[in-house]
């Protein structure tokens, strides 16, 4: 496979998902569409990493792990992720990355861990595994964004406070060990996104996830009647009697995936009480269906391909490598170990 060759300098984005099973509804709308419309921009030289190193904090055995991240990969370039434009590797085959982790780990204050509000939610769903790792990982998160010299994250407003911390990395960095190159890291900026905030189809208080059950998310590989059937259990009654969630919830899907006409009529019956659920979940799951369709088909046919993927995400890796090669070489002669 050809790659582009990078040869104006653009700044420099970069994103990473966790490799934790199929990718739903909430990924596309909250990082996925966002990656592959940022990516066909031209304005930005794009990585995108598959973070396994992160899943290491959860409780995948070995051979899940492995499996996700395939599947993750697979399912990015189905979703239009192109290694002709971007960068797509998994972080593990960047070992790099990992020691300029504990290079940051040497500078950051354990109380700027303690204050990271991911680390109190991660615990609370992982009681039995509260690691090390769930604390330290925003240093390993920034290190595989300086680690190439990434000027902006494409982030939603819960991750805004781990990109302040990559920020404040750098800046302890360059403060301490970069008076012969100033501002030898860029203190990395938000590229804040308007994500929605698509919840869980069964507990619409709560955000869509896996953690909650496979009846509680849709994911972009479902077929039609996977789709129709986990809509019919889709909650839209309030508990209190006032707005439902469950109902605000599919309205945002059909926002999103349906067209304007269709969103401004359903809209308009909830608002004067004349809305029917019925015909609201099967015109969500007629949109979603609708909107995946190249999707489901690109998938089938790159999982017949696994062999190209392979060598999609290694050429992406040795891509990447190249430069965090580059970096480590610079860093270990500024921290005085090269």
Request: aromatic content about 8%; overall charge positive.
């Amino acid at each position: 496979m050809v790659r582009r060759t990078m040869k104006t300098k653009k700044p420099i984005i970069l994103s990473g998902i966790q490799p934790t099973g199929n990718l739903h509804i909430g990924n596309y709308l909250g990082a996925i569409k966002h990656w592959v419309d940022l990516q066909n921009s031209n304005k930005y030289n794009c990585y995108f990493v598959i973070v396994d190193y992160h899943a290491l904090t959860g409780n995948q055995t070995a051979a899940e792990r492995h499996a996700n991240s395939m599947n993750v990969a697979t399912e990015l370039l189905a979703a239009g992720i192109d290694p002709k434009k971007s960068t797509l590797f998994v972080q593990s085959a960047v070992p790099e990355c990992t020691e300029l982790a504990w290079i940051f780990n040497t500078i950051t204050p354990v109380s700027e861990l303690n204050r990271m509000t991911q680390f109190k939610d991660k615990s609370e769903h992982q009681e039995k595994n509260i690691n090390a790792g769930l604390l330290t990982y925003p240093i390993l998160q920034a290190a595989d964004i300086l680690l190439y010299h990434g000027n902006f994250v494409p982030v939603g407003q819960d991750q805004v406070q781990h990109v302040e911390l990559t920020r404040d990395i750098a800046r302890w960095f360059n403060n301490r060990y970069s008076s012969t190159h100033p501002g030898y890291f860029p203190e990395t900026k938000v590229l804040l996104t308007e994500i929605p905030k698509v919840m869980s189809l069964l507990e619409p208080t709560k955000k869509m996830s896996k953690s909650h059950g496979l009846n509680t998310v849709i994911e972009l590989r479902d077929e039609p009647e996977e789709i129709a059937q986990k809509l019919k259990k889709a909650i839209t009654a309030s508990a209190g009697g006032g707005e439902a969630p469950g109902v605000s919830n599919l309205l945002t899907l059909l926002k999103h995936f349906g067209s304007k006409q269709d969103f401004s009529a359903f809209l308009k019956a909830e608002k004067d009480g004349s809305i029917r659920y019925g015909d609201l979940k099967n015109a969500v799951g007629m949109a979603i269906t609708h909107h995946f369709a190249d999707f489901r088909k690109r998938r089938v046919e790159l999982m017949k391909k696994q062999s190209q993927v392979k060598k999609i995400i290694a050429e992406g890796a040795n891509h990447a490598r190249s430069t965090a090669q580059k970096t480590m070489k610079e860093v270990r002669a500024l921290v005085g170990i090269a």
